[in-house]
């Protein structure tokens, strides 16, 4: 029960299909480095298969036999469940986590050693609950060989409690990559996912984000977020087969800050924001999918519902939807020929190496 008590961070890895990743993964925590350092005390390890069909199960517990040997009893627990998506995973981690604080670890993703035992030994130092901490992360194009360090020193201050009407927020939004949340906050807020749905992950960073009052920001690329190879879900193809799993989680994170009271401006602006830049990504997707007949009207007809929601119960959120520029566009053409439009603004973007969606295609 001692152990139990003093585990500051808890290291959540979603797994499907992973059985060629577990081992970098796991090993991106367990190294010379942190063995070195001694951190294993502080922290734990919840590797949740998510109905994996490969030999992933196998793997992770060959792993975690290996290391609770090593290290102590239940250093790494295995669960094993059917599948249910990222959301899933999340919502039984949140019921089996020990930590003061959870961090999720994609299992085809790795931590920076050297930055995760700093980061480890800062939050163990906090002398104050925060509800957020964010770090610097990692984004590496494989196929490309190009890395790019996500840093948001130009709007948080290091170091620092922050509270959130002191913060001036990015427009990017910051992902789960960035994120450590505090266990208790989450529970607190009785925080839960969609389940059985692709791109979830959207809710995680947007919704426990709308509700915390404290912030810490770490200056150090924490996360190694891969992109580009070719069994992820991330490509267009495969977005636009799972585009009502998107549609899913725009309209439950619409829903959800439709109830949720955001005392700050910036952060009020932020998370709407995002709101606004999801329906604008699934209009993208949607001129994509040829299966929908008369798209540019189907955007236009999502966009009055949305709008409708927005109008009733929240008028900011109502705003800051409407004025958007294609949320305007759709509007004043009521969706007619606006298809021809966005894959023309994508492929100009594109072209000036704005758009993600030309790394993923």
């Not at 001036?168 to 969609?194: E, G, R, W």
């Amino acid at each position: 029960m001692k152990a139990k008590n003093k585990i500051i961070l808890s290291i959540v890895i979603p797994v499907y299909n992973g059985e060629n990743y577990i081992d970098n993964c796991i090993h991106s925590i367990i190294n010379e480095t942190t063995i070195n350092e001694n951190i294993f005390d502080l922290i734990e390890i919840l590797i949740i298969n998510d109905g994996s069909k490969d030999n992933s199960l196998e793997k992770a517990n060959n792993l975690a036999n290996e290391w609770n040997n090593k290290i102590r009893k239940n250093f790494i627990k295995v669960i094993s469940k059917e599948n249910g998506q990222y959301g899933s995973v999340i919502n039984c981690a949140l019921k089996n986590i020990s930590g003061k604080y959870i961090k999720v670890l994609d299992v085809d993703d790795i931590f920076n050693s050297d930055y995760f035992v700093q980061i480890v030994q800062i939050i163990a130092g906090l002398k104050i609950d925060i509800d957020v901490i964010v770090t610097d992360y990692i984004f590496d194009k494989v196929i490309q060989n190009k890395q790019i360090i996500y840093k948001w020193n130009k709007y948080f201050e290091p170091y620092k409690i922050l509270k959130m009407n002191q913060i001036k927020f990015p427009k990017l939004i910051i992902t789960m990559h960035s994120i450590i949340y505090n266990s208790v906050f989450l529970k607190n807020i009785n925080y839960s996912q969609l389940e059985n749905v692709y791109y979830s992950d959207s809710q995680y960073s947007t919704i426990p984000f709308a509700q915390a009052k404290k912030l810490y920001y770490i200056n150090i690329p924490l996360y190694r977020y891969y992109i580009g190879r070719n069994d992820q879900s991330i490509s267009i193809k495969t977005m636009v087969k799972n585009r009502n799993d998107q549609f899913q989680v725009m309209y439950k994170i619409i829903n959800e800050l439709l109830k949720i009271e955001i005392n700050s401006r910036a952060q009020k602006k932020y998370v709407w924001r995002i709101a606004k830049n999801m329906f604008e990504w699934q209009c993208m997707i949607i001129a994509h999918d040829k299966s929908i007949k008369n798209r540019g009207e189907f955007m236009y007809e999502n966009l009055n519902n949305i709008l409708k929601i927005c109008k009733k119960n929240n008028f900011y959120g109502y705003m800051t939807i409407r004025k958007g520029a294609l949320s305007t566009l759709i509007r004043i053409t009521k969706g007619k020929n606006i298809v021809p439009l966005i894959r023309f603004g994508e492929k100009l973007y594109a072209r000036f190496k704005l758009n993600i969606m030309a790394d993923w295609d």
